[in-house]
């Protein structure tokens, strides 16, 4: 392989070159010099917006490190404070002075004059971060991200004991595809108990973060957090309705499909009942998929998988490899879930997983190397603001991955009996999200619309939801309490509210660029790359049709789609 070309961070234009944050002073000056420089001409502003977005990019990968230290290691005091230290004593005091950057630049008579895409996108995210900035929301929104770090420590700290060995649950529920029923059976009692055990303490931290995130919005003057969020979140482009729309499409299209899937399990498996432990086993008795051995076997794969897609897309992953920014294996004191983060100086992302040897991990680093890829691609953009996509766009580079990678999963699997099941489960795993992520968010409006609810409403909505949206095959008898709490495992919940409906949106668009790709390789695969280039400097509906496809929630369009899925898996 020729040698790599490593990414060196820019050169800063604004800030000096060994410029670190480690008190509010060092950082006070700049936001002084943007407040009080004279712009005397559209030149000026354009340069004034470039500094601006260098000390972002300084502060939030400053940040970056802070929390990517942090979740690696849960139990390090060193990388808690660290973190703490930023949000408590570092964003507090930027936030203001950002509102006072926001008003000085929407007051400039400059400000018509850039008019480039790119720019009317973030003028107008602008002025509804203006609009609804209030000061007292600072000390809250510290108190709810200090709050946010208590469900990864609950959760990392969660393990069982099995024949002797400690395992985290995320290696316990590689077990759950075992074709020994009674040990599935045994794992999952063990892994739904040692859940159950801080059912109360993620209830009382749940309960305490809706009420501060309703104060939120009521400072801001909303009827609810949820209308606050779709500000705050820049959705311009859909509103509630659509989302109750994406509800009811995936309802009446989906979960019908997802009912044949499951009743189609239990004749297979020639149960009396399905119960929630006969899920993740082969439906033939065949061990579970294996498509790597180990972190380094699994980075080196995906980059030969991304390589044959396109070269450039495997040289991301190589540069990343290189320069350490990958950790992929689960391990105890490592907090759960993985992601991609962005690191907006250098331009190159860290991935963090907790893989074990499943097919679900294979798919998690094709789908964090496809945010990866995108941070590759918009690079060069011009502002920080350009780069920050948001997650209907963020998540269709990743869940298109998965999709378009799949002619190359053979270097996962030599024989074309696991190629097929492999693909296979990828395709129902997308029939079995839909219905999931209407599940997640239609259970988030719920909560922020209702704030007062107790614990028991919650409980009882959380149930009324949860049935609309599964099948009706599987059998939760004698299992009601673990039923009532299986929304403690969705981080979403907890760390980022209203994060999640995207996955379902961006699916569908993952999906029509994966037909596209299956009609016209090159024509698919350019269609992808030109969206992800454009990063934020088009509205969510112009990137989707860059990738010749629609943001659509309709029954009609949902039923295409879904349709194309069906077929492929017959």
Not at 1 to 23: C, G, H, W, Y
Not at 489 to 515: C, N, S
Request: glycine share 4%; with cysteine.
């Amino acid at each position: 392989m020729s040698t790599l070309e490593i990414p060196q961070r820019p050169a800063r234009k604004f800030l000096p070159e060994d410029f670190t944050v480690n008190a509010w002073g060092d950082i006070e000056t700049y936001f002084k010099d943007l407040l009080e420089r004279t712009i005397a001409s559209k030149e000026d502003l354009r340069q004034w917006f470039q500094d601006r977005s260098e000390l972002e990019a300084v502060l939030s990968e400053d940040m970056a490190w802070r929390y990517i230290n942090m979740t690696c290691d849960t139990t390090n005091k060193e990388y808690q404070e660290k973190f703490n230290f930023f949000v408590q004593e570092i964003e507090p005091k930027i936030a203001p002075l950002s509102n006072k950057l926001n008003e000085r630049a929407l007051q400039s008579p400059y400000l018509n004059d850039l008019n480039e895409e790119g720019f009317k996108i973030m003028v107008r995210g602008m002025k509804v971060e203006f609009d609804i900035f209030r000061q007292e929301n600072i000390s809250l929104k510290t108190e709810i991200q200090t709050e946010t770090q208590k469900f990864g420590q609950i959760s990392g700290a969660m393990t069982i004991e099995h024949e002797g060995q400690e395992l985290t649950l995320q290696q316990a529920a590689v077990k759950l595809q075992s074709t020994d029923r009674e040990l599935r059976e045994e794992i999952y009692h063990k892994i739904a108990s040692r859940r159950l055990q801080d059912k109360d303490n993620l209830n009382e931290l749940y309960s305490k973060l809706i009420s501060l995130r309703h104060q939120v919005g009521a400072n801001a003057d909303f009827a609810n957090f949820r209308d606050y969020m779709f500000s705050a979140m820049g959705r311009f482009d859909y509103k509630p309705q659509d989302c109750f729309d994406f509800h009811t499409s995936v309802q009446n299209k989906v979960v019908p499909l997802l009912d044949e899937l499951s009743k189609d399990r239990k004749e297979k498996l020639g149960v009396d009942t399905l119960r929630p432990w006969d899920k993740a086993v082969d439906v033939e008795g065949r061990d579970a998929l294996k498509p790597f051995e180990g972190g380094e076997q699994l980075v080196n794969k995906t980059i030969e998988c991304f390589s044959r897609l396109d070269p450039f897309l495997g040289q991301c992953l190589s540069i990343m490899k290189e320069m350490g920014h990958l950790d992929l294996e689960s391990r105890k004191g490592k907090a759960p879930g993985g992601y991609n983060y962005p690191l907006s100086e250098i331009g190159v992302p860290f991935i963090f997983m907790n893989a074990t040897s499943t097919l679900r991990d294979m798919v998690t680093i094709l789908h964090e190397g496809g945010h990866a890829v995108h941070s590759f691609l918009t690079r060069d953009l011009e502002l920080t603001n350009f780069k920050h996509t948001p997650s209907e766009v963020a998540e269709l580079a990743s869940m298109a991955m998965e999709l378009i990678s799949m002619d190359h999963w053979d270097l996962f699997f030599d024989n074309e009996e696991d190629l097929k099941r492999a693909k296979r489960e990828h395709l129902e795993q997308i029939i079995e999200t839909l219905p999931w992520v209407a599940t997640i968010d239609k259970f988030q409006h719920w909560i922020y619309e209702n704030p007062g609810h107790s614990i028991e409403d919650r409980r009882q909505q959380w149930n009324l939801i949860f049935d609309a949206f599964s099948d009706t095959t599987t059998n939760w008898t004698d299992l009601g309490e673990n039923k009532d709490y299986l929304w403690q495992r969705q981080l979403h919940l907890y760390e980022v509210p209203f994060y999640y409906i995207e996955y379902g949106m961006a699916q569908l668009g993952a999906i029509a660029i994966w037909k596209n790709f299956r009609e016209d390789r090159q024509k698919g695969l350019d269609g992808y790359l030109a969206a992800l280039k454009l990063g934020y400097t088009r509205t969510i509906p112009e990137v989707y049709a860059a990738a010749n496809i629609k943001f659509d929630f309709s029954e009609e369009y949902i039923s295409e789609l879904i349709g194309f899925v069906w077929e492929e898996l017959n």
